[in-house]
C-alpha cells in the first residue's frame, strides 16, 4: 500500500511566479491536510480539505494561497506571486475517514524561491 | 497559551539510558494524542497513538497519559544514537479530524 505521495520533492520558482504542490493521499484515505515548516520551526498547519470541500482554511494566508481537493485527481495546494518568505517544506498528511485521527505524511515539498 | 507545549530542549541522554520527554495541553475535552518522530530533514512519522489514561508501550517506547493532569508523556527505553530526531507532540481537541502539533523537542543520544 503506497503511503502519501507528494511532488515534486523540491520545487525552485523566481519571486512572482506561481507554485503548484501535490498531493496523493494513501489508499482509502479521504481527509488531506496540508502543513508548513519553516527551518529549525514547527509544524504550522495551513488547510484541511475533504473531497470536494475545504473544512478548515484558519492556517492558510489570505492572500496568495489556495489549496483543492477534487473528486478525482491529487489535493493541489497553489501559491500565486510567490516571495521568498514562502521558501519552506510543504508536508501533505492523510487521515482515513471515521477513524481515531491519526495522519500520515508524504515526503514534503521543499519550495525555495530566489 | 499555546495548546500543546514542549520543552525545545536539546534533551541529552546517553546511549543506553532511558529518555522521557513531556507535552502539556490546554483542551480539557482532548480525546486523542500522539507522538511523531521527525528526523532533521525528512517528514514526521507516527510513532505512538494513545486515547486512554495509563500507559501504551510498544518495544522500547512508551506512551503515558493523564488527563486529569493534561499531559503526555514519551519514553524511549535503551536510547540509541538513531533516536536522536526531534519528538512532535500532537493532541486532537477538536470536533473533526485536525490535530494540533507541539513545536517538537529535539533529542540528541550520545554515543
Known amino acids: 500500500n503506497a503511503g502519501v505521495m507528494q511532488n515534486p520533492r523540491h520545487l525552485v520558482r523566481r519571486r512572482g511566479q506561481e507554485a503548484r504542490l501535490r498531493c496523493s493521499p494513501m489508499?482509502?484515505?479521504?481527509?488531506v491536510y496540508w502543513y508548513r515548516q519553516l527551518p529549525e520551526e514547527g509544524l504550522k498547519f495551513m488547510v484541511y480539505?475533504?473531497?470536494?470541500?475545504?473544512?478548515?482554511e484558519s492556517g492558510m494566508p489570505k492572500e496568495r494561497f489556495s489549496a483543492e481537493f477534487p473528486k478525482e485527481g491529487p489535493s493541489i495546494l497553489r501559491i500565486q506571486q510567490v516571495v521568498r518568505g514562502d521558501s519552506a517544506a510543504y508536508f501533505c498528511a492523510s487521515s482515513p475517514p471515521y477513524t481515531s485521527y491519526e495522519q500520515y505524511f508524504g515526503p514534503g515539498t521543499r519550495l525555495t524561491v530566489t | 497559551q499555546k495548546e500543546v507545549e514542549q520543552n525545545s530542549g536539546p534533551l541529552s541522554v546517553p546511549e543506553g539510558a532511558i529518555a522521557s520527554l513531556n507535552c502539556t495541553y490546554s483542551?480539557?475535552?482532548?480525546?486523542?494524542f500522539f507522538w511523531y518522530r521527525q528526523y532533521s530533514g525528512k517528514s514526521p512519522e507516527l510513532i505512538m497513538s494513545?486515547?486512554?489514561?495509563g500507559d501504551k508501550e510498544d518495544g522500547r517506547f512508551t506512551a503515558q497519559l493523564n488527563k486529569a493532569s493534561q499531559y503526555v508523556s514519551l519514553l524511549i527505553r535503551d536510547s540509541q544514537p538513531s533516536d536522536s530526531a526531534t519528538y512532535l507532540c500532537a493532541v486532537n481537541s477538536g470536533g473533526y479530524q485536525k490535530v494540533t502539533f507541539g513545536t517538537g523537542t529535539k533529542l540528541q543520544v550520545i554515543p
Open positions: 489508499k482509502g484515505h479521504s481527509h
Open positions: 480539505l475533504q473531497k470536494e470541500n475545504i473544512i478548515d
Open positions: 494513545i486515547y486512554s489514561n
Open positions: 483542551d480539557r475535552g482532548s480525546q486523542s
